[in-house]
């Protein structure tokens, strides 16, 4: 099933979302209205504005005040992708070169804050403290995260907590402020919006174990990159921490550094798939998955909460 | 005269806020935390909290209110200060080694990050949609400015107006910024909080000029950094900028980059010394300083408004 055809009921505000996204980049002349409309364009699945509107459907749903929630989260994402491709020195996103690839890390930067920049402009037109407060926390913790993977790298000896920490700050935190913002925006009962928060938690974890699953099973052309990437740039993700476990497997992944050749990587990739880590990688993200869909049984019966349990499916299963 | 005797009147409000800086950067552990206070220990003139906290003398002064926007100010400089280390490859700054030097550009971005996050978290302490507003269009303008900043670089051929716009964006934005943000957060009447804007730009293009000149004027030890490095930088300031009128100067200025050596460098400051450049740079600081001093005598006359008039002064004129 396409993702697309799972949301026709929220599609007129998605195009909608888009179309401010994409005017907000093109309001900006030069260079950085260049690289922001060269990232928008390289498209994304616009995960964390399908989870603004669809959590805003369990208050008051007013699109003319959910919007600027649900822009600000994607600009937000877009930043920190822009400034994670600096710290993963990463040349490939999505099939197209990175902003600090075909620009500079210094202008990639300059990209991001002014991404952050942007989407705050968008988060200051609505008039609620307490989403302010979420947005910045969870920006601060993110912003934490980041140095942390920064000092994970090539350490093969973390613990299975610290990866779990590093993802949730990563990925699952924007996702779980996301459902938070949409439902606090619209006024929903905070019990509700604790729920949904707690939802997204969950499914942003299994949707980061899934993509970190994908960097050995996908193929480059699925990808947008080559596969294996991840380990190349020294990020130890939850399938080469289970391959560990595998004392052979171990030598090759803990061989592993930057400068580690197209075929000797072949080799570690196939040596990893071979082990069970693929397969108990995705157990967990299982486990996180059904966790999010039982959260969403205590959420109010609508068309919104149907819709979250088969987004919730459709990016935790994901095969690309 | 020494700027801490001059606003012995805030001092213990200034003291509380150096209090509240200290204690946000010591909160986070490891590397991050590590790299917050080596910036926050290297000092600087914590001018942007004495401009919120005077500016909130005009409205209903109460600082466990005004403190938020006050600590928010300085972290956000404090943040555009790491990141323009990255952007002009700066090794030392006030007298000691920059983030990005001592640990990596990579680093430095995300330091800045986490300085950006948490100055975001304190302005969420405050229930002001307008100062929201504020803060995020300023912001974003300071991102447009570091981007010309790096398209302009040693580009020998920009108008006046180029180096006006981009010094505005640097430095007297935040300032502006900080006046008008003081001001809001006491419930000052708008009108005055206009003024103050315009005086924070005002005084903020004549405090760049002069660090600009300073540049060249200045000793090493006085800087903290080589005289010259704005230009070997390829910074084309203002001083550089009317030494470009004289023929023979301009072939010297426009040899210059980043390789230039220590002796060939003093060559081209001693000339541009010759030329008439410093005084007509400090004729047009002075012209700011006036503009600013002007619009002070249409507030409200107080104590807040005398120490705004002597500070100006002092940034203004100051020779380190």
Not at 148 to 164: G, H, N
Request: charged share 30%; net charge negative; aromatic share 8%.
């Amino acid at each position: 099933m396409k993702l697309k055809a799972m949301y026709s009921f929220l599609s007129d505000d998605l195009a909608a979302v888009e179309e401010e996204l994409e005017r907000t980049v093109r309001s900006e002349y030069g260079p950085l209205g260049e690289a922001a409309l060269h990232l928008l364009q390289a498209g994304g699945k616009r995960i964390r504005p399908v989870f603004v509107l669809l959590s805003a459907r369990f208050g008051h749903y007013d699109f003319e005040r959910i919007k600027h929630v649900a822009v600000a989260l994607e600009l937000i994402h877009m930043a920190s992708l822009v400034h994670d491709d600096v710290i993963d020195d990463a040349d490939v996103r999505r099939g197209r070169p990175t902003i600090k690839a075909r620009w500079s890390n210094r202008f990639a930067m300059y990209t991001g804050d002014y991404l952050f920049a942007r989407s705050l402009e968008r988060m200051a037109e609505l008039d609620s403290p307490r989403a302010h407060q979420v947005l910045a926390k969870t920006i601060v913790e993110v912003c934490r995260g980041e140095i942390e993977q920064i000092k994970d790298k090539y350490r093969f000896d973390q613990p299975l907590r610290t990866y779990l920490r590093r993802i949730r700050r990563k990925t699952a935190l924007l996702i779980a402020a996301s459902c938070q913002l949409g439902a606090l925006a619209a006024g929903a009962p905070e019990a509700v919006a604790n729920r949904l928060y707690w939802f997204g938690h969950y499914v942003g974890m299994s949707f980061q174990i899934t993509d970190d699953i994908l960097d050995f099973t996908g193929t480059e052309e699925q990808l947008g990159k080559p596969a294996g990437s991840d380990l190349q740039q020294g990020n130890v993700t939850l399938p080469v921490l289970y391959a560990l476990c595998d004392e052979q497997v171990r030598a090759k992944i803990t061989a592993v550094n930057a400068d580690t050749d197209v075929e000797e990587m072949a080799a570690v990739l196939a040596a990893i798939k071979q082990t069970d880590a693929i397969e108990r990688s995705y157990a967990l993200s299982d486990r996180y998955l059904e966790k999010a869909l039982r959260l969403l049984n205590e959420l109010p019966a609508n068309e919104a909460r149907t819709l979250l349990h088969d987004l919730a499916l459709y990016i935790g299963k994901r095969d690309y």
